[in-house]
């Protein structure tokens, strides 16, 4: 893929945050930061499958961006659920689950070959599903202790300050 490529495809997950964002009823102040949780996760994701990691690897990646840069866009560093959710979901396996649904529909009504062809489709699809998945949760989980552990560091080095400058201590 081109920057070009990469660029427009992140604008649409971008907007798609956004507009995901408003639909499950976000906070207006929510909003910019979902579209650029989505724009920043496409991204990563996309530099990291062009320059060859594979496309799980690349989406673990890509949300534990989204979480860091959540965490560094929004006030009070206390990040909104949604804001999360709606900049996860354009890295989601959609057109996947999309073809599961499919297949699961036209089980019911081939025999034979067809079957057989029909399973080995749905099997496939599942596995991108839940490898997909698997995947974003495990980025989140990294993005989220990341944050924890940078909570801490900065909680301690303001605790030292504040120690310093008004209780006299020295270090």
Not at 69 to 77: L, Q
Not at 108 to 117: F, H, T, W
Request: glycine content about 8%.
């Amino acid at each position: 893929m081109s920057i070009s490529e990469i660029i427009i495809s992140c604008i649409w997950s971008g907007l798609f945050s956004a507009g995901m964002g408003i639909l499950l009823t976000a906070p207006m102040r929510q909003i910019i930061p979902a579209f650029l949780c989505g724009f920043a996760g496409r991204f990563v994701r996309d530099i990291l499958m062009s320059s060859g990691l594979s496309q799980n690897w690349s989406t673990a990646a890509a949300a534990a961006v989204i979480v860091l840069t959540a965490m560094a866009i929004i006030k009070k560093h206390e990040v909104s659920p949604v804001v999360l959710i709606t900049g996860v979901l354009p890295l989601g396996a959609a057109v996947a689950m999309f073809n599961v649904i499919l297949e699961l529909m036209r089980l019911s009504s081939v025999s034979g070959e067809g079957l057989s062809a029909s399973s080995d489709v749905l099997i496939a699809n599942f596995a991108k599903v839940l490898t997909i998945s698997l995947a974003i949760a495990l980025g989140l989980a990294a993005g989220m202790a990341i944050v924890r552990v940078i909570k801490k560091e900065i909680r301690e080095r303001f605790n030292r300050v504040i120690r310093y400058k008004f209780c006299g201590i020295v270090y």
